[in-house]
């Protein structure tokens, strides 16, 4: 009786071992690691060491942020950024400026801060909590890479804001003739909350009115951590521009923007939603085809009150009155961001 149990015993003891050799030689592996794992690895340099991840992304993490109105070149230029061997932008998130839009709220309203604070949701809970949030969905929604953007258009309508809670980020605002703009959003009928796109005066009015709180922003970035690009110096000018993109953004030349087309749908390259309206067009290398479709289409009568229409034309550097304007004249179009910078400079006393 003993010898047989000592059979059985042995038996069993042989057979969980060749299980376990089998399940060992058959490739089963670990689930795999998450983005904001694997972020965190090639990020902190924590890949192959006995170290724990941290809980928290760093607040100093050094994030892009592309936006703009919608329809001036966001899609583009992230897509183009995209390319280069260090950056991972990504689809629009959605997220991002519904919940900043949210945070802008709580922070106007009076008798809600109060009740905040009496509950102990200060500021600076309600600035921790958005910011885990944001960096979650950033680094969360692709692959890892030396330096993250995101680009939802509108999420710069919160650019001072964004500024304080990531203080090392840098800010890409794209700025286009809002003429092209408008009829690009009319004509391939882009809704946009309270805009009546059977009306160029209506989106217009209220084009001007979105880009002066971002351009207004812009300007008043704490060490210019904020730069304006005309959507048409980069059709026009590419390499120019995106050269003075990259040196603003600390990153090293690569020619592989130039040609984001080519990294449509490869690892590590661009990827595209196939729900955003801009995907099309972004498939195709840069090019001019865009600049002047809206001139013929812009009702007389707004075409003659343009200036009091859209008064951040004139200030953007773009002729209200010309249909269209000289998009190709070899010298850039007057930025105001650059002039005020300029001027506080020349203002600031020195420090001797």
Known sequence: MRNNR?????????????????????GIDCPPKSHRHRWMEFTLGSANQNL???????????????????????????AMLDAHSSVRCGEETRVIPRLLAMRATWSRSVKERIRLDEAGVTDQ????AVRAFLLEVIVGHGEPAPRLCNKDPFALKSLSYLARIFPKAKFVLMLRDGRATVHSMISRKVTISGFDLSSY????????????????????????SCLAVHYERLVLH????????????????????????????????????KVERSTDQVMKPVNTDALSKWVGHIPSDVINDMAEIAPMLARLGYDPQANPPDYTRPEPIVSLLNLSQSLRAAETPHPS
């Open 6 to 26: 000592t059979s059985l015993l042995l038996g069993c003891v042989l057979l969980c071992s060749a299980s376990l050799l089998y399940l060992g030689m058959s």
């Open 52 to 78: 724990s991840m941290p809980t928290h992304f760093p607040e100093d993490t050094p994030l892009i942020f592309i936006g703009g109105f919608p329809r001036s070149g966001t899609t583009l230029m992230r």
């Open 125 to 128: 809970v309600l600035d921790s």
């Open 201 to 224: 005066r209506d989106c217009l009015t209220k084009w001007s009115s979105a880009v002066e709180t971002m351009f207004s922003q812009c300007q008043g970035a704490a060490g210019g």
């Open 238 to 273: 590419p390499e120019e521009e995106m050269r003075k993109l990259l040196h603003f953004l600390e990153l090293p030349w690569d020619t592989a923007v130039l040609h984001h087309e080519d990294l449509i749908g490869k690892a590590g390259g661009v990827s595209l939603s």
